[in-house]
């Protein structure tokens, strides 16, 4: 099943300004042939448990052809499925059915970076002179023999990798069987151009571009900053990884990035396809943000790490977060998120009771901005300890004990209370299920005072109001465990209130005549002035 282009008249293009997007992890999704992997036919299978959730859209992490070092965040082919994962024709049935079901389907692009297995490597690597031997990040080394510049790679040690072939270093921003592509070349640009075609062809409705701003390096290659100790951040890295002991102001980031995205937008819009960019950058992310959504002719959206840090997320902190973003990016559109496949659940982080769960949940679904919904979340699943030898992450075997990498996050979903893999896979699942999580699933898990019945509550009440999706936000203000903030566009006004903490507080309501909103009965605040803990209060002025 292909799609030809479209044109978009009569149609919404700003549709992803506000969507739910559910993130599906392949791998660990929905099994449908026993070996213990999930895969897109098990997607199909799984899909109609998102559309009653109310997402707006889904976004699946990679299943391109790959040897799966790092679980598909390295390609070896961008235009096929992995056997794992099934066929272009199992692909064509997730496009198809979620859109049956009022899904969009964005797909996880990995630019920046190929797997070393990918053929364009191979021919990269072999000498100086082939077609493609400017494709990579190569270099001479220094005079005595060290790599060309100080850069580090997030997984530990330099960024740069010897090679005997060409007598050479070639830049690895992850891991060293993850050659950085040259986007000064543009062959590469245009190569990459002709990936995104082929997947809109076939039906997609967008992307979200994995490390968005490490397609670009520093053309003179020179060294980054060293940062003091009291500077460094370990929103990017982990605390222990030296990554963070350097600004980046060289190895990514770079200016000319935004002409590649002008090109790729070009491309998507005949489709009315959306992107949203991954920005890793522990210093600058908010300004990059503002960056690559400025105007029309750049991405749609950005995807934010602000809320995926360790530490509680406090009224203060989003206060704060929110003041940054509108002096970094004040024309800027962020896409938010709790939880994801690099980050362990926000349940387990932050140490949410279910009360607590709720009222996070719907104040994700208040805040101006798109969404994003990590499998499970909406269940509640805690972080699953791995023991070492389980572990699949070769993020956590290099800084284990200290970091224990993804694969807590990674675990299978479960559907199911009565069998030990929660009914992902009729064999032995690539990771452990934790047997806590098969308590999610037992005969409430879907009941009126679920913790998913919230999740589709919050999602319609969402749809309901044109405000949440996409107006305004303005005088928000934190204080204590309170926060407040009010929505608007031109067709409602509406004032939010949220007590994130455990004692009750008083709420004093903004001037004027406000109908209170009940999205769930059993937690109906009608005209209360005062919250108990993790209580929320929404109305619309009349």
């Not at 064509?92 to 990995?110: F, Y």
Request: hydrophobic share 40%; charged share 25%.
């Amino acid at each position: 099943m292909q799609k030809t282009t479209h044109e978009t008249g009569g149609v919404d293009t700003d549709w992803w300004r506000g969507a739910v997007i559910y993130q599906i992890y392949p791998r660990s999704f929905q099994d449908s042939n026993g070996d213990g992997i999930g895969d897109l036919v098990g997607i199909v299978q799984r899909l109609p448990h998102i559309a009653e959730l109310g997402a707006d859209a889904i976004w699946i992490s990679p299943f391109f052809t790959s040897p799966m070092k790092d679980f598909g965040y390295d390609v070896s082919d961008y235009c096929d499925v992995d056997p794992m994962f099934g066929t272009l024709a199992d692909f064509d049935a997730v496009v198809a059915t979620a859109h049956d079901l009022g899904l969009r389907v964005m797909i996880d692009l990995v630019l920046s970076h190929t797997s070393d297995q990918h053929p364009w490597f191979r021919e990269s690597r072999a000498n100086r002179t082939n077609a493609r031997s400017n494709w990579y990040v190569w270099a001479d080394p220094k005079l005595d023999g060290t790599p060309p510049t100080n850069w580090l790679s997030i997984f530990g040690g330099s960024a740069w990798q010897w090679d005997a072939r060409r007598e050479q270093y070639f830049l690895h921003n992850f891991l060293t069987s993850q050659p950085d592509l040259n986007f000064h070349e543009p062959q590469v640009q245009d190569a990459l151009l002709d990936v995104a075609r082929f997947w809109l062809e076939r039906g997609v409705d967008g992307f979200r571009l994995d490390t968005i701003n490490f397609y670009m390096h520093d053309r003179y290659l020179r060294d980054n900053p060293g940062l003091a100790v009291d500077q460094r951040n370990a929103d990017t890295a982990p605390a222990v990884n030296p990554y963070n002991h350097q600004m980046h102001l060289f190895d990514k980031s770079q200016p000319e990035n935004v002409v590649f995205l002008e090109k790729l937008r070009a491309v998507m819009r005949p489709y009315n396809a959306a992107a949203v960019g991954e920005v890793g950058d522990a210093q600058r992310g908010l300004e990059i943000l503002g960056e690559y959504t400025r105007g029309n002719d750049r991405m749609q959206m950005c995807y934010a790490f602000e809320f995926l840090a360790k530490d509680k997320l406090t009224p203060t902190r989003i206060a704060e977060t929110f003041e940054a973003l509108e002096a970094a990016a004040p024309d800027g559109w962020a896409c938010w998120a709790f939880s994801n496949h690099d980050v362990p659940r926000h349940i387990s982080r932050w140490g949410l009771s279910v009360d607590a769960a709720k009222a996070y949940a719907t104040l994700l679904m208040c805040m101006r901005g798109s969404a994003c919904i990590y499998q499970g979340e909406e269940l509640g699943l805690p972080e699953a300890e791995i023991a070492f030898e389980d572990l699949q992450d070769p993020y956590g075997k290099e800084f284990w004990p200290e970091f224990k990498g993804r694969d807590g996050c990674r675990t299978p979903m479960v559907w199911r209370a009565d069998n030990q893999t929660g009914g992902f896979t009729t064999g032995k699942p690539w990771l452990p299920v934790p047997p806590e999580h098969l308590r999610k699933v037992g005969p409430d898990a879907k009941g009126e005072d679920s913790l998913f019945a919230h999740y589709r509550a919050v999602l319609a009440l969402r749809h309901s109001h044109s405000a949440l999706k996409k107006g305004a936000q303005f005088d928000m203000v934190a204080n204590g465990d309170l926060l407040t903030f009010m929505r608007q566009d031109a067709d409602e006004v509406l004032f939010c209130a949220f007590n994130l903490g455990d004692e009750t507080i008083g709420v004093a309501v903004p001037e004027g005549k406000w109908k209170a909103v009940s999205f769930h009965e059993s937690k109906s605040l009608h005209n209360k002035l005062n919250l108990g803990p993790w209580q929320v209060y929404l109305a619309i002025k009349q």
